[in-house]
């Protein structure tokens, strides 16, 4: 019986509903924000010393604490500012205490959104998760001068990159697919502009990013190798703000503000690059000149939007929207036209309802999309490709506190997935003949979790929980258990050690002829033929505080098996194939390694050093005779080292240096010459021995940056000046091979390797305002 999602999502639902009966207590909960512009704070520490009780703020700023009847002094305390204490008087009925925090005057032009202290960090029950900062993301250097988020992350320990300026995210071993991207719980397919060189999150509309490299918690689901949740902002509720930046390619603008005070705010961000305007010009001056070779037309463009709306203390609803688009553009105005555009388009409602001090939950429907579209015009015929995938997403969470030793997690979700496959349209005028081809396929995606957070006692504490997963696609089904397991323990006020345990499915898989993440992507279900993958990863670490909670060193080791890898028979097409499966091989993967992460948040230097010795390999029996090699993107050595130093008020210094072991890729060890036509040059084939056995230069790099604030009548600006690559170190991007000749034979005499390299040192400019 086909699987209906729907029913699926409100049986669920109800089930979870009918457990609000269960949920009373002397509860004390609200939500921490701003007092300059009503942002929540997210990691901000809410405690009861008397009691030795404490806690930290979710993602949406709400905290819940436990206690019994009585007076107390509550103290909240967060990075950038000011502690607050009240005093409280806690009843039987329990009750609702919303804090706002004032920003220190030392702050920085805005809030830090990363916020909770390297102590909160060491007491936190997960592990191998990175928080990022927007405001340490656009102090640091950037290529062109602009801004992202996705490099950022890429500068942290068991995170790589797919290339030289690349924003595709390797972790762990795992490939550019396997990552679950969600932009206010909305998954985004490819998180990817210009290329796979910058991502498609705008840092002025994003409140908060956390990227899981392990130890997932049970609401997540659908990818083996991590979890990227990004949450846009919520709108200033106080007052009208403009902020915006134009820098060497792109420029962009937010508004956010109040509609109805305390009720009704909202955001609008958008960026557009401007080098197409440049390119024109220099295509209309030229094309009149002998030998004119156009210059092709390429922008991007995207767009977020979100209310958020407060209609009764114990509800909110948010609605977001995001629409981005990437266009290419090749026309030499003869024979030969060629364009292609991609994009992600995503809409979701939200509505988060309080029951009670102990009770809440957050309810979302989502419609999201990823499409291309090839269009090639030469002569007389024409031709468009196209593929797509559209979701349906019905979401449901709730969170339970029992007390202050048990809160449960739990929740389901459905989604309807469409897939379009390499949808071919043909047309030509001479022949008077069209045709089309490519497959369409439907596929259902269900899951539902529970987890619980357990504190034994102040030592103590371990996260476990169950998620069970399915998909249904041309009359298959499968399903999975998915247990989750993590626990930390202190051996001392200033160490701790932790460790967990995940296993994740995916059902949903990335076809492309390069491990980058390419805007001709296509994503492919799980079928009868093509099974599910699987991967479990199990880590443990240790972490340090010292120097009186100025520096964090922690020290991860993590070991990931991966089921059913997927790889493809050598001249695979897999763009119009009516029989795609054919092309499919299976396999299995590992990956483990070392991270060795040291912080410091405090004081007028910051900055971090992450440094990853890994292994990463896959297995086919008809690949490599079977043996397992390096993947492209294994990375033995990984060293990144980011420094941020504050000289003045309104100057600041900030560098990032990166090495990395160089790629694995193939290379042919002799050529077979053969000659079909006697006295015509021979033919040469390439022989290859073992997969990826050999190695590009190590990549290495330095990025230098000098952020000055300026004193603008109104509001707040800064120009931002970086270099990258300073000192102009040519990196590879990939070989190739270069035919010699003898000039008086005219014969072929040998061939030679050939290093392309992407980025010189690049100076840029940026300057940013907000008022």
Not at 156 to 169: C, D, I
Not at 299 to 306: Q, V
Not at 593 to 612: A, C, D, H, L, V
Request: aromatic share 14%.
């Amino acid at each position: 019986m086909p699987f209906n999602f729907c029913r699926f999502f409100l049986l669920v639902s109800f089930f979870l509903f009918s457990v609000t009966a269960f949920a009373q207590g002397f509860r004390v909960s609200g939500t921490v924000r701003s007092a300059a512009d009503n942002e929540v704070l997210i990691g901000a520490t809410v405690a009861v010393p008397q009691l030795r009780l404490g806690t930290t703020t979710d993602a949406n700023g709400f905290y819940s604490l436990n206690l019994p009847a009585g007076t107390y002094e509550l103290q909240t305390t967060y990075i950038g500012f000011l502690p607050a204490t009240q005093t409280i008087t806690v009843t039987t009925s329990g009750q609702t205490i919303n804090i706002s925090l004032q920003a220190t005057e030392n702050r920085l032009s805005e809030v830090v959104i990363e916020g909770n202290s390297l102590q909160q960090k060491l007491m936190d029950n997960r592990m191998s998760v990175e928080k990022l900062s927007t405001v340490e993301a656009k102090l640091l250097p950037a290529l062109f001068g602009e801004v992202d988020l996705i490099k950022t992350l890429q500068l942290k320990p068991g995170v790589q990159s797919g290339g030289e300026g690349s924003s595709g995210l390797y972790v762990r071993g795992g490939g550019p697919d396997q990552n679950l991207v969600l932009l206010d719980d909305a998954v985004i397919y490819n998180p990817s502009h210009l290329f796979g060189f910058f991502s498609v999150f705008n840092p002025d509309a994003v409140r908060s990013v956390e990227l899981y490299k392990g130890g997932f918690p049970a609401q997540f689901g659908g990818r083996l190798s991590s979890v990227l949740d990004v949450q846009m902002s919520e709108g200033n509720n106080e007052k009208l703000r403009t902020s915006g930046g134009i820098g060497l390619i792109s420029s962009r603008l937010s508004l956010d503000g109040p509609i109805v005070k305390d009720k009704l705010t909202f955001l609008v961000s958008g960026r557009r690059t401007y080098v197409d305007t440049f390119t024109r010009v220099i295509n209309k001056l030229n094309k009149d000149t002998k030998d004119y070779n156009p210059i092709p037309d390429y922008y991007f463009y995207d767009f977020n939007a979100r209310l958020n709306y407060k209609p009764t203390p114990q509800d909110e609803i948010m609605v977001s929207g995001y629409f981005g688009r990437d266009f290419f553009t090749f026309d030499d105005d003869a024979d030969f036209s060629f364009s292609f555009d991609w994009g992600n388009t995503m809409g979701v409602i939200n509505w988060r309802h309080n029951y009670n001090s102990r009770l809440f939950s957050n309810t979302s429907a989502s419609v999201t999309g990823y499409q291309y579209n090839i269009l090639n015009q030469i002569d007389v015929f024409s031709f468009n490709l196209r593929s797509d995938v559209k979701d349906i997403t019905l979401k449901t969470d709730y969170v339970w506190a029992l007390d202050n030793k048990h809160t449960l997690k739990f929740g389901a979700q459905a989604t309807n997935h469409s897939f379009t496959v390499g949808r071919l349209n043909f047309e030509s005028d001479d022949a008077r003949q069209n045709f089309s081809s490519g497959n369409t396929y439907k596929a259902s995606e269900f899951g539902a979790y529970l987890s619980d957070d357990f504190t034994v006692n102040p030592l103590l504490s371990f996260n476990y929980g169950l998620r069970i997963s399915g998909f249904n696609s041309q009359g298959k089904t499968y399903a999975a258990f998915e247990p989750r397991a993590a626990a930390r323990y202190n051996l001392s006020e200033n160490t701790t050690i932790k460790a967990s345990y995940a296993s994740m499915m995916q059902y949903i898989h990335l076809l492309a002829n390069s491990g980058a993440s390419l805007p001709t992507d296509i994503w492919f279900p799980s079928t009868p033929r093509v099974k599910p993958q699987r991967s479990q990863q199990v880590a443990a670490g240790i972490s340090h505080l010292f120097g009186n909670g100025k520096y964090l060193v922690t020290n991860e080791t993590y070991y990931k098996w991966m089921h059913r890898q997927i790889d493809f028979r050598d001249g695979a097409n897999l763009f119009v194939n009516d029989s795609l499966e054919s092309e499919f091989l299976f396999g299995k993967g590992e990956s483990y390694g070392n991270e060795i992460y040291f912080e410091k948040i405090k004081g007028r230097t910051t900055g971090w050093f992450g440094y990853t010795l890994s292994w990463t390999y896959r297995q086919f029996d008809e690949i490599n005779e079977g043996k397992r090699f390096p993947t492209r993107y294994d990375r033995r050595h990984d060293l990144s080292l980011v420094v941020l130093h504050k000289l003045s008020k309104r100057l600041s210094l900030t560098g990032a240096f990166v090495y990395g072991t160089g790629n694995a890729f193939s290379l042919p060890v002799a050529r077979f010459a053969f000659q079909d036509v006697e006295g015509e040059e021979p033919s040469y084939v390439p022989i290859y021995e073992d997969r990826n056995s050999f190695r590009l230069d190590a990549t290495h790099r330095l990025d230098l940056g000098v952020v000055w604030k300026l004193k603008p009548k109104r509001g707040e600006a800064d120009l931002t000046f970086n270099a990258y690559n300073a000192y102009n170190r040519r990196n590879p991007y990939f070989v190739y091979f270069e035919q010699l000749k003898d000039e008086e034979e005219n014969q072929t005499i040998g061939f030679r390797a050939k290093q392309v390299s992407l980025f010189p040192v690049i100076p840029s400019v940026t300057y940013n305002f907000r008022f």
